[in-house]
């Protein structure tokens, strides 16, 4: 399958740098005001011993979380888009990014540290478990007759994501009022809690997704065409999707466990990759990059719009993200 | 291929009972019957879909479970009905995705593969439309791009699910011809249709009723006035043409 309507190694050169400036641009907002000179420098490790420790210290590991989270949540969207042929499908509207959520404060609330090496791995397996429980439970509600019905597809998902809600405020209620309240600023979306570990955990989970969902995009192509269609030219049918709903929900679990639940960017960033190619691979690898632009780009906006006042990330791509999913819905109707 | 004794179904209830036929190469079989009479249960049960609750399906002289799937992914093209795209795709991507039982998945098409692929567009008079995209098509035209995309995979048997129910007559005749063709080099073609015509146009009809099989033999033998009222419910008459090709007219329905 052709990769691309543009040269492939442009494409994805010029994205790579895109990728470079915006994380660049990234360390530039703040409260505290930096040239870009002392930006560079304090990266490399010279100059003004404060200003490095902002730049590497404060500031990257949040720049790179962003760009992981972003890339991380496209490819989420992307295979689910692709598994459920469904170009409005996202872990957020489906309530997967619910379900990580629950399972993330339950294994706080159950005594699981939030840091260190344990918290590390444990956070993103409870997460994991509640997006694996919100995506059956989508699956029950959607099937009719055992296929899945793309019309209640959404619908399903909004009701899982009301649960999701519910058991989300249910748990709340056992915290005290200082864990609280750092619960739901984590859990409306926020990128604030950025450390190197968080991004190297991350990191992890995206390498093991992309190995996962990578070998799968000549299949995603042909399921395109139908599930019946895809079986008949010898793809695996059942066996694809098993491995793409884990890797995407491990995904989701993985960046909602770090940055709570930041919507929309599965949905909007796989839509607008696939104006740039054609085949299931190059669309893999493009959102991944596009998501992490954008939501490094985002959190920029929203740290500089009202500095020193930080805008939640989730509240600014749902601000976002809500009307682009009205048009593509119109676009679809 | 060969099914015997087949029944099958879905949840339990059988769609199809005790069919047995065969479709040996170098001929164009179509398949009448009325709605829900088990025409696409049959496609499926014969393209490896769904499984036969009973009797046996075999691929020359093997249990078709038995084949690898790849291998019989190779072997059988399958075209289903009604196929609403919902990605952009280019037309020549869903007729290359036809010869990926050959490269297999995680290969760039070979230029045989390319070959194959605007042979068969070309076939079925859809070479213009290669770089369009399938979702800006009329329902005619990508119909056309769906068979291309069984022609491609250059399987040695065809099961094709109403493949001309949106085409215009001459592309009608034109899809005919292409699958002519591939019968006349070998393969096996079965096609489900409504368009009398068309069926009597083919080398042998098989007339599903009730899933059973109510005739099965050539279109002369089988598309009969007493034989086509019984199974559509119709008052019809067909006369032969000189060359023996029958002309079927229904008029109206009967109890």
Redesign the interface.
Known sequence: ??ASRFPAAATGLALLVLLAGSLLLSLLAGSVALAPRDVLSALTGSGDPSAVTIVRELRLPRSLLAALVGGVLALSGAAL?ALL???LADPYLLGVSGGAACGTLAGLLLGLPAAGLLGRAALPATAFLGALGAILLVGLGASV??RLDRGRLLLSGVVVNALASAVLLFLLSWGDGARTQSFVFWMLGSLAGATDGAVAALAVYAVIGLAALL?LA??F??L???E??A??????VETVKRIAYLAASLLAAAAVSVSGIIGFVGLLVPNGA?LLC??NRSLLLLSFVLGAILLVLADTAARALFSPAEISIGALTALLGAPAFLLLMRRRA | MQLSEVSAGYGGRDVLSEVSLSLPGRTVVSLLGENGAGKTTLLKVLSGILRARAGSVTLGGRPLDAVPRREAARRIGYLPQGFEPLFPMRALDAVLLGRMPHRGGFTAPRPADLVAARRALEEVDAAAFAEADLREMSGGERQRVLVARVLAGEPEVMLLDEPTASLDPRHRLVVLEALRRRAAAGAAVLLSTHELEFAAAADRAILLAGGRILADGPARETLTAPLLSRLFGVAARVVPLPDGTPLVSLSRPVE
């Open positions: 399958m052709k888009q042929r469904n170009p007759g055992g070998p000549p299949a192509d042909a395109a065409l139908g019946e269609t079986f008949t030219l010898g793809v695996p696939r054609r085949s």
